[in-house]
C-alpha cells in the first residue's frame, strides 16, 4: 500500500473507480450476501474449498473441520480461531493489533484531520458523525488505519482493556476500501458506511471504527447483533445493554463480511506507534504494534 502506481495502474483503478460509481452496490451487496448464507451442501462446500485454494487459507488455524462445520460460506468466513492461534502481547503497556490485515496509514490526529493515502485526508468529525466538542477529545491523538484483505482472518479485537460504553451506526456508501480507491477516492471512510464502537480505557477514551465496503453484507457486533447496510438514514445509537463490564485487552469486537477496514484513534499523550508501523506493513490479531505513554 505505499508504493506508487504506475501508469498501468492508476488506468485501471480509474476505471474501476468508476464502475463503482456506476455499480448498484447496495443491491451488488445484497446478492453476495444471499450467496454467502445457502446453505445447500453442495455449493457452500464448493464455494469454500475454491476460496481454501484461491487464497492458500491456513487451515491449521481453523477450530471447526473445513468444509463440513459450517453451515454457509458466510459462517466459514467470519470463522474464529483455534484458541492460540493468534496470542495477545502479554507487556502491560502493549497496544495490540485489532486485526490480521495491513497497515493503511498510522500517525497523529492535526487539526482535526486524518490521513487516507498521499495527498488525501479526512475529517474526524465527520468519521464520527458527530459533533466539533466530541471529535476533540482527540486532537493530536493517535490513530491507526487497517485494512482487511477478503483472505484475511476476519474477526476485530479490542487493540486495549476497556469498557464499552457507546455504539453508532452511520449509513453510507458500500465502495472497495482496497488500495486503488483508498488512493484515488476523496473522504472514502467518510462515504462508507460503518460502525463507531466507544470505549473507556485506562488511558482515556479509545474508539473502533468498523467501516463497510462493497459487498460488505453486514456488520456484526456481540452485542448489538448484525447491522445491515442502509444507504440512507441518521445516525442511529445500537444498544449495548448486553455489553459485559469489562472487554479484554484482544477480547473480541466485531466482525465483518468479505473485506473491509478498521480505524483505531487513541487520545493525546496516550500512545506511541511502533517503528515501523507504515502503509503496507502487515500486521496479526494480538500482536503489539505500539506502547502506551501514561502508566
Not at 452496490?25 to 453442495?42: D, E, F, I, N, Y
Not at 492535526?110 to 466538542?133: I, N, P
Not at 466485531?254 to 511502533?274: E, H, K
Request: overall charge positive; charged content about 20%.
Amino acid at each position: 500500500m505505499g508504493n506508487p502506481l504506475t501508469l498501468l495502474d492508476t488506468l485501471a483503478a480509474r476505471a474501476f473507480l468508476l464502475l463503482q460509481r456506476l455499480l448498484p452496490k447496495h443491491l451488488s451487496t445484497a446478492l453476495v450476501r444471499g450467496l454467502a448464507h445457502v446453505r445447500a451442501r453442495p455449493l457452500k462446500n464448493w464455494l469454500i474449498r475454491a476460496f481454501v485454494k484461491a487464497y492458500a487459507v491456513e487451515l491449521e488455524e481453523i477450530a471447526q473441520p473445513v468444509p463440513d462445520g459450517f453451515e454457509h460460506f458466510n459462517a466459514f468466513f467470519t470463522r474464529a480461531l483455534a484458541e492460540d492461534a493468534r496470542p495477545v502481547a502479554a507487556a502491560p503497556d502493549a497496544v495490540v493489533s485489532p486485526v490480521d490485515g495491513i497497515t493503511s496509514a498510522a500517525g497523529q490526529v492535526e487539526r482535526g484531520r486524518l490521513l487516507q493515502a498521499k495527498g488525501l485526508h479526512y475529517s474526524l468529525e465527520d468519521l464520527l458523525a458527530t459533533d466539533v466538542g466530541d471529535a476533540a477529545a482527540f486532537e493530536n491523538g493517535a490513530f491507526a488505519t487497517f485494512y482487511l484483505a477478503p483472505y484475511n482472518y476476519h474477526r476485530v479485537h479490542s487493540p486495549l482493556a476497556g469498557e464499552l460504553i457507546a455504539a453508532s451506526y452511520v449509513p453510507g456508501a458500500l465502495y472497495s476500501v482496497n488500495d486503488w480507491t483508498v488512493r484515488l477516492l476523496p473522504r472514502l471512510f467518510v462515504r462508507n458506511e460503518r460502525v463507531v464502537l466507544r470505549l473507556r480505557t485506562a488511558v482515556g477514551p479509545m474508539i473502533a471504527v468498523l467501516v463497510g465496503a462493497l459487498n460488505v453484507g453486514s456488520i456484526t457486533t456481540p452485542w448489538t447483533g448484525t447491522v445491515r447496510p442502509r444507504k440512507r438514514g441518521v445516525v442511529e445509537p445500537l444498544a449495548i445493554d448486553s455489553a459485559p463490564a469489562g472487554v479484554a485487552r484482544g477480547g473480541l469486537l466485531g466482525w465483518f463480511n468479505m473485506g473491509s477496514t478498521v480505524i483505531v484513534l487513541l487520545p493525546p499523550q496516550a500512545c506511541g506507534w511502533r517503528d515501523g508501523l507504515v502503509p503496507g506493513t502487515r500486521v496479526r490479531m494480538g500482536e503489539r504494534i505500539g506502547g502506551l505513554l501514561q502508566p
